[in-house]
C-alpha cells in the first residue's frame, strides 16, 4: 500500500517536474531519488512498517510474495533508471512525461501484483498497457513505432474485451468479483464459469505474448524506441505473469485439471516457436523480442505447476530475466548498428562492457552459476514436483539446448570477429554493468538471499 | 426463470398496445402524406445550382478532406476525457449521506488528482485557441 | 424476460465485434469493433448485476451493485483508451495520410 500510494503521487509529480524544472538532469535526479523512496517504503512494507492504514474492502492483499515481487520489479526499475534513463533524452522532447507515464506502470504493476478483486486485475492490466501504448509510439516521426504502437494498441484492447467478457461470465456464475469467496465446484463444471476461465486464460496470453497469441509482440518491441522496449520486456511481463499466476491459483486453482492440459500446450508452442524463430533473427533487437517470447514460454511452466516451488522460481526467475535483459537493451542503446554485426570486435574496444555482457548473456541461456540456470531449474522442479508433464520437462531442456545458439552468437561476435563496434561508455555505466553482472553470479549462487525474504 | 425488468405480466395484453399503434400509424402516415404533398405541390427548378453542396449560402470550393488543425481533436479527446470521469460521482450523489465524511474525502482526493490534470492541461498550453 | 436473452444478445455483440476486430482494414472500424465488444460486456454485467441483486436481496440490500460499479469503471478505462487510440491513429495519419491497416507491415521485411 506504502508504494502504491507514493507511486500514484510520484507520477504527478514527475509531471509536474517537466513544467518546473528546466534542466534535464534534475528531471531525471528526481525520477531516479523518487524511484529510490519507493523501493525504500516497499521494503519497509515488507519489513511490517505500514505508513498507511486504507479499508481496501478486501479488494486488494498484500502478502509477501506480492511485496517481495513489487519490491524486485522496483528494484530492476531503479537499474533501468540507472542504466538506460539518458538515452530517453534522444526518443523525443517530452522527457518529463517519459518518467511520469513509467511510475504510472509501477502503479498498475503493484495493482496487478495485489490484486484480490478481478477489478483491480483489470484496473492494474489497463493502468499497465494504456501508458505503454503512448511509449511505444513515443517516437513521433518514426513509422516504425507508429506501426508497433497501432498494432499494440488494436491487440490490446482487443485482448482487454476478451478479458472483460471472461470476467462478466465469471461473475454472473459467482455473483462475486472477489476471488476469495468465489468457490467453483470441480464436480459440476458449469458453462459460464469454464468459458470466462478460457477467457481468461487467452486474453492473459495475448498480454504475456504466450503462442499462439504472440504476434504482435516481436513487431511491438521493434518498433518501439529500444529504451522502452527493454521497460516492456522485462518489468511489465514479469508482472503480468504474476497477476496470471494469483488469477489461475486463486480464482481458479478449484479445476486445475481443466486448464492444466491448456496450459501444457500453449508453454510448449510458446517455447518451440519463440526459440526456433530467434534462431533466424538478424537484428539483435528483434532476437530479443523472440528471446523474451521463449523465456515467457519458461515462466508458462510455473502456471501450469503452481507449486511452492514454481512460486519461489517466478520471482527468482523475474529478478534474473529481468536484470540481465535490461543490461543487454542498455549496450544496445549505446550501439548504432542494431544487427549481430554490430557487436563485432566489442571485446577489445570496450573488454568490461563485453564481459558483463557475456554474463547476461550466458544467464538468459542458463548456464550453471548464473542466476539463469538456478531460475530455469525452479522452473524445471516445479514441473517434476507436479508428478505430471515429464514431455514438458525434457521439451523444455531440448528448446534451453537452442536458445545457447542465439545467444552465443552475439558472444561469439564480441569476441572472435573483428569490426569497429561504435560505442562510447561512461565510467559511472560500466561500474553500474559490473554490480549487475556481479548480482546476477551472486543470485546464481545463492538463490536463498532472494527466497528467504518470503518467509521471514 | 429469474425476471429481470419488472414489467407487470397483468398490463402486457394485447389492447394495452392500442395507442402505440394509433401513434405509429399517426407517425408513419404523416411522415408519408408530408413526402408526397411536397413532392406534388412544391414548384420544380432543375438547374445545375441544385446538384451543389450546400455550404450556408456561399459558393463552395476546395476539398473537405482538409488538414484540420490538431487543437480540434485534441480539445475534444479532453472533452471525452473529464466527462466521462464525471461518472464516478453518480455513485457519489446517490449515496452522499451514507458515505458521510470518509467519503467526502475520498471524493474530495478524486478531484484533487482531477484538478492536477487539469492544471497540466493548461500549463502544457494544450487549450491555447490563438497561436 | 430471462437471462438467457441477455446472454445470448451480449454474446451476439460481442461476436459481431470479435468478426470485425479480424475482417476489417481500416482503424477506426476495428476500433469501434472493440468498443462493441465492450458495450456487449457492460450490457451483460448490468444483466447480472439485476439478477444476483433480485436472487440476494433478502439477505443484503445491495447485494449485485459491484457489476453495475464494474460497468462505470469500464465505461471510464474505455474513454482513456479512445483518446490514447485516436492520438494514435491521429499521429499516424499524419505520416502516412491513411487508416488502412494494411499499411502496417514494414515491420515485416
Known amino acids: 500500500m506504502n508504494a502504491l500510494i507514493l507511486s500514484a503521487v510520484l507520477g504527478v509529480i514527475m509531471m509536474f517536474s517537466g513544467i518546473l524544472l528546466k534542466q534535464k538532469s534534475a528531471v531525471r535526479g528526481v525520477a531516479i531519488t523518487g524511484l529510490a523512496a519507493l523501493l525504500l517504503v516497499n521494503i519497509l512494507e515488507l519489513r511490517g512498517i505500514h505508513f498507511f492504514k486504507i479499508d481496501v474492502a478486501g479488494m486488494m492483499y498484500f502478502d509477501r510474495f506480492a511485496l517481495l515481487f513489487i519490491s524486485i520489479a522496483l528494484f530492476a526499475t531503479l537499474v533501468y533508471f540507472i542504466l538506460s534513463a539518458k538515452d530517453m533524452e534522444k526518443v523525443g522532447a517530452d522527457y518529463a512525461e517519459y518518467f511520469a507515464l513509467i511510475f504510472f506502470i509501477i502503479c498498475g504493476i503493484i495493482l496487478v501484483a495485489s490484486f484480490k478483486s478481478l477489478l483491480i486485475l483489470f484496473l492494474g492490466i489497463e493502468i499497465i498497457s494504456i501508458p505503454l501504448y503512448i511509449l511505444t509510439g513515443a517516437d513521433k516521426r518514426n513509422l516504425k513505432g507508429n506501426e508497433g504502437s497501432l498494432k499494440y494498441f488494436l491487440m490490446g484492447a482487443f485482448s482487454t474485451g476478451l478479458m472483460l467478457m471472461g470476467i462478466a461470465l465469471i461473475y454472473g456464475a459467482a455473483g462475486t468479483f472477489d476471488v476469495e469467496k468465489m468457490k467453483f465446484a470441480i464436480e459440476t463444471p458449469a458453462v459460464l464459469p469454464v468459458t470466462g476461465m478460457l477467457l481468461l486464460l487467452f486474453s492473459m496470453s495475448f498480454k504475456v505474448s504466450a503462442a499462439p497469441f504472440h504476434f504482435w509482440t516481436p513487431d511491438v518491441y521493434d518498433g518501439a524506441p529500444t529504451v522502452f522496449t527493454s521497460f516492456m520486456a522485462t518489468v511489465v511481463k514479469a508482472a503480468v505473469f504474476i497477476g496470471f499466476i494469483r488469477l489461475f491459483d486463486e480464482t481458479f486453482g478449484t479445476f486445475q485439471v481443466k486448464w492444466q492440459m491448456w496450459l501444457a500446450v500453449i508453454a510448449a508452442v510458446t517455447l518451440f516457436i519463440g526459440n526456433i524463430t530467434a534462431v533466424f533473427q538478424q537484428s539483435v533487437k528483434r532476437m530479443l523480442a523472440y528471446s523474451s517470447i521463449a523465456q515467457a514460454g519458461f515462466m508458462l511452466l510455473a502456471v501450469y505447476a503452481m507449486n511452492t516451488s514454481a512460486k519461489e522460481g517466478i520471482l527468482l526467475y523475474a529478478a534474473a530475466y529481468s536484470l540481465a535483459t535490461i543490461g543487454i537493451f542498455s549496450v544496445l542503446n549505446k550501439l548504432n548498428d542494431y544487427t549481430f554485426e554490430g557487436f563485432n570486435g566489442l571485446a577489445k574496444q570496450q573488454p568490461v562492457v563485453a564481459g558483463a555482457l557475456t554474463i547476461f548473456l550466458l544467464s538468459l541461456a542458463g548456464i550453471p552459476l548464473t542466476a539463469g540456470f538456478l531460475a530455469k531449474f525452479f522452473m524445471l522442479k516445479s514441473v517434476i514436483d507436479t508428478g505430471t508433464g515429464l514431455w514438458l520437462v525434457i521439451f523444455a531442456v531440448l528448446m534451453a539446448a537452442v536458445s545457447v545458439y542465439y545467444y552465443f552468437r552475439v558472444i561469439q561476435a564480441m569476441y572472435f570477429k573483428e569490426g569497429k563496434a561504435d560505442i562510447t561508455v561512461t565510467g559511472r555505466f560500466k561500474w553500474a554493468l559490473v554490480t549487475i553482472a556481479a548480482l546476477i553470479i551472486i543470485l546464481g549462487t545463492f538463490p536463498n538471499i532472494l527466497i528467504n525474504w518470503l518467509y521471514f | 426463470m429469474i425476471h429481470l425488468l419488472q414489467i407487470n405480466p397483468s398490463t402486457a395484453e394485447a389492447g394495452s398496445y392500442l395507442p402505440v399503434a394509433i401513434q405509429l400509424i399517426f407517425a408513419v402516415g404523416l411522415v408519408s402524406v408530408l413526402m408526397v404533398a411536397t413532392h406534388l405541390l412544391g414548384p420544380k427548378r432543375k438547374t445545375s445550382d441544385k446538384l451543389q453542396n450546400f455550404a450556408s449560402g456561399i459558393e463552395s470550393h476546395g476539398d473537405a478532406r482538409q488538414p484540420m488543425a490538431i487543437k480540434y481533436f485534441l480539445t475534444a479527446i479532453l472533452f471525452v476525457l473529464f466527462d466521462v470521469e464525471v461518472i464516478f460521482f453518480y455513485p457519489y450523489a446517490v449515496n452522499f449521506k451514507e458515505l458521510g465524511w470518509s467519503g467526502f474525502w475520498a471524493v474530495l482526493m478524486f478531484v484533487g488528482f482531477f484538478l492536477c490534470g487539469f492544471t497540466y492541461i493548461i500549463k502544457k498550453g494544450a487549450l491555447k485557441w490563438e497561436d | ?109
Open chain 3, 1 to 109: 424476460m430471462p437471462i438467457n436473452y441477455y446472454i445470448i444478445l451480449s454474446i451476439a455483440l460481442f461476436c459481431i465485434g470479435i468478426v470485425g476486430v479480424l475482417t476489417r482494414r481500416n482503424a477506426i472500424i476495428i476500433f469501434m469493433c472493440i468498443e462493441l465488444m465492450l458495450n456487449a460486456v457492460n450490457l451483460l454485467l448490468v444483466a447480472f448485476s439485476k439478477m444476483h441483486h433480485l436472487a440476494g436481496k433478502a439477505v443484503l440490500e445491495t447485494a449485485g451493485t459491484d457489476g453495475q460499479l464494474f460497468v462505470f469503471f469500464i465505461m471510464v478505462v474505455a474513454a482513456a483508451e479512445v483518446s490514447v487510440g485516436l492520438a494514435i491513429i491521429v499521429m499516424m495519419y499524419r505520416n502516412i495520410h491513411s487508416v488502412d491497416v494494411n499499411f502496417l507491415n514494414r515491420l515485416k521485411h
